[in-house]
């Protein structure tokens, strides 16, 4: 176990302005490396969770730690290196692509963080390269499938070398091959993953580790493979996985 975990959570609590308590005392360590699914029901606390992890929750009760930096949504310096270090992929790949070509809204991000020259080149290059996307650089985003949108939008996150890549419903909307594509990809980063999702077939392929939140406390903790093999834990989450898709 690395001493410094890249992700630490201590007793995060947090209620909306209107009073809905959606998190009540989270503790969750993730280590530098692992891959972890964030599973759980709508409205469980998932993306509440994570909108923490890079301060666009301030953490009005407990502590965030990314890699041993204190998220403090008031420290403007410091929240700017945290937003960095916490690469976020939404579930519309469009919520993230808005410059002419591929290449550009990857460069976007580097760029601000005062990359220029050969050296912004080089990041955009090996971005795609991750991504097997190399031969887009100057395509509009908007002539790419969805598949090819979203692993652009991966590309945009990893460009910033971020600690932890965080996925929101990475699956959804992709037809099987392209799922498989993104799989790959995922599998072959050498990196910290937290991946939100319904999926359950996914997150048993690319998860080793698996969250369970319910209900704004995290109810379950363990090896992916445990708790998908758990029917009862499953149903009392309201989670299932597809008919016919069965763990050994």
């Given at each position: 176990?690395?001493?410094?975990?890249?992700?630490?959570?201590?007793?995060?609590?947090?209620?909306?302005?209107?009073?809905?308590?959606?998190l009540?005392?989270?503790?969750?360590?993730?280590?530098?490396?692992?891959?972890?699914?964030?599973?759980?029901?709508?409205?469980?606390?998932k993306?509440?969770?994570?909108?923490?992890m890079?301060?666009?929750?301030?953490?009005?009760?407990?502590?965030?730690?990314?890699?041993?930096?204190?998220?403090?949504?008031?420290?403007?310096?410091?929240?700017?290196?945290?937003?960095?270090?916490?690469?976020i992929?939404?579930?519309?790949?469009d919520?993230?692509?808005?410059?002419?070509?591929?290449?550009?809204?990857?460069?976007?991000?580097?760029?601000?963080?005062?990359?220029?020259?050969?050296?912004?080149?080089a990041?955009v290059d090996?971005?795609?390269?991750?991504v097997?996307?190399?031969?887009?650089?100057?395509?509009?985003?908007?002539?790419?499938?969805?598949?090819?949108?979203?692993?652009?939008?991966?590309a945009?996150?990893?460009?910033?070398?971020?600690?932890?890549?965080?996925?929101?419903?990475?699956?959804?909307?992709?037809d099987?091959?392209?799922?498989r594509?993104?799989?790959?990809?995922?599998?072959?980063?050498?990196?910290t993953?937290?991946?939100?999702?319904?999926?359950?077939?996914?997150?048993?392929?690319?998860?080793e580790?698996?969250?369970?939140?319910s209900?704004?406390?995290?109810?379950?903790?363990?090896?992916?493979?445990?708790?998908?093999?758990?029917?009862?834990?499953?149903?009392?989450?309201?989670?299932?996985?597809?008919?016919?898709?069965?763990?050994?």
């Amino acid at each position: 176990m690395s001493s410094t975990p890249s992700l630490l959570i201590e007793n995060l609590a947090f209620a909306y302005p209107d009073g809905n308590q959606a998190l009540y005392g989270v503790n969750l360590r993730i280590e530098k490396g692992e891959r972890v699914a964030l599973l759980g029901p709508n409205g469980a606390g998932k993306t509440t969770l994570v909108m923490h992890m890079n301060g666009i929750h301030p953490t009005a009760h407990g502590k965030v730690e990314v890699a041993g930096q204190l998220v403090d949504a008031k420290d403007k310096e410091s929240i700017k290196m945290i937003r960095s270090k916490v690469g976020i992929v939404f579930q519309d790949p469009d919520d993230q692509l808005f410059m002419p070509t591929v290449g550009e809204d990857i460069a976007f991000g580097p760029y601000n963080m005062g990359k220029i020259g050969a050296e912004l080149d080089a990041i955009v290059d090996e971005a795609l390269q991750l991504v097997g996307m190399s031969e887009f650089k100057e395509r509009p985003p908007h002539h790419l499938s969805f598949g090819q949108r979203r692993r652009v939008a991966v590309a945009t996150v990893l460009a910033m070398k971020p600690e932890i890549l965080v996925l929101d419903e990475p699956s959804s909307n992709l037809d099987p091959a392209s799922r498989r594509e993104l799989a790959d990809i995922l599998r072959s980063l050498d990196i910290t993953m937290v991946m939100v999702t319904h999926d359950l077939p996914y997150a048993y392929e690319l998860c080793e580790r698996s969250v369970i939140l319910s209900g704004g406390i995290i109810v379950a903790d363990g090896s992916t493979h445990e708790i998908l093999t758990d029917s009862a834990l499953l149903a009392a989450n309201r989670l299932e996985l597809p008919v016919g898709f069965s763990i050994q």
